[in-house]
């Protein structure tokens, strides 16, 4: 399908995490296609500001809808959310193709649901586009840009070491970005270690849990306790592929976690009735199906039963192993080579 604009549309909730994914997304296409019209349509820009930098991006907010005169060839619809009746109007008349972006899932439905049509009437198509773990689900967002840092830092430890203001020298250095939650099994697990270790400790929220450790190095002499502020995600990414170990959150994070090849645990974002342990144990199976330790671990993390016994006497085998898994990952699910593809040879076929 031959496509000249792209819209790329995405609702701010009460988190970073969508507008994330969805403002990569759009660089992402503007890397992959540097001559074609490119809007980014969002409901508020307060967390766009923080992450954003200076790529050539339209921004258009949600009240000013009416000001786009017209839809583009390609619309992505992130997260299932909403698109001006306004905008739909003109689309359902001009446009070639939207692509619903979902939320990432490991489960089984996924494959079977991935780029299934939904049929609006018309010349307008529109599939669904499920990121997932599988060679047959839509994959996982790889940005070009991410593997490029990812490898400038492996490559230049010391330079990044001293970026951000760590100076000593450490045996372990580990991350830690989370909802709510008791981390004092943690740090009896890091004390038995009898190394000497630094804890970085991201976001407000994150920095509430661990109150009692800051400023007590007396007690905690080999441990070392340090906030920090509010990153743009390119400079996260940074911090995450200096670490030694990443304690992440919600589906961004997790992602950069995984594709990093590094040990690390995933903080589900809590769902009612325990919906998202369900996804989390779909993902143990994709993941380390045969590891039943290392599954217990992360499903002891979010339930607040923690355990970090495994996760740390195994810490090289562990490492190991991510770093296989993710060498699978970049090789077989990227998902802007198989949303490229998909909207190249296969989206405008009838």
């Known amino acids: 399908m031959e496509i000249d ?19 990569r997304l759009a660089r992402e296409f503007k890397r992959v296609y540097p001559n074609k019209k490119l809007r980014f349509v969002i409901n508020q ?10 790529e050539d991006i339209e921004i258009i907010l949600y009240k000013d809808i009416s000001k786009i005169e017209n839809s583009a060839d390609l619309i992505i619809e992130s997260f299932g959310c909403e ?12 446009s070639k193709l939207i692509i619903n972006l979902e939320y990432f899932s490991a489960e089984k439905w996924v494959d079977d649901f991935h780029l299934q049509e939904s049929f609006l009437g018309g010349n307008l198509k529109k599939y669904f586009f499920i990121p997932g773990l599988s060679e047959k689900s839509g994959g996982i967002l790889l940005d070009n840009e991410f593997l490029q840092r990812k490898k400038k830092v492996e490559a230049n430890k010391e330079y990044y070491l001293e970026k951000f203001g760590i100076k000593e020298k450490y045996d372990l250095i580990g991350s830690v970005f989370s909802y709510e939650k008791n981390f ?25 849990n661990f109150i009692k450790y800051f400023d007590n190095g007396n007690n905690y ?87 970090f016994s495994y996760f740390f006497k195994n810490f090289k085998e562990i ?7 993710a060498n699978y990952l970049i090789k077989n699910c990227n998902l802007m080579e198989k949303l490229i593809n998909f909207i190249e040879n296969i989206g405008g076929k009838n």
């Open 221 to 307: 002499d080999k441990i070392k306790f340090v906030k920090l502020p509010f990153f743009t995600y390119d400079k996260y990414e940074e911090l995450l592929a200096l670490c030694d170990f990443n304690l992440v959150r919600g589906e961004d994070s997790f992602v950069r976690a995984l594709l990093l090849g590094k040990p690390f645990l995933w903080h589900i974002y809590p769902q009612d009735e325990n919906t998202h342990i369900k996804k989390l144990e779909s993902f143990l199976e994709k993941y380390c199906s045969n590891n039943k330790e290392l599954k217990q671990t992360f499903i002891n993390y979010n339930i607040n039963k923690d355990d």
């Open 184 to 208: 004092d099994s943690l740090i009896e697990e890091l004390k038995k270690l009898d190394k000497k270790i630094i804890l970085l400790i991201l976001s407000e929220k994150t920095q509430k």
């Open 319 to 325: 490492e190991k192993y991510n770093k296989n898994y």
């Open 45 to 54: 820009t307060e967390e766009l500001n923080l992450i954003r930098k200076s």
């Open 5 to 23: 604009s792209i819209d790329i549309f995405c609702q701010v909730i009460d988190n970073y995490g969508d507008v994330g994914v969805a403002y």
């Open 83 to 94: 698109i001006p009746k306004e905008y739909m109007d003109k689309a359902l008349k001009n």
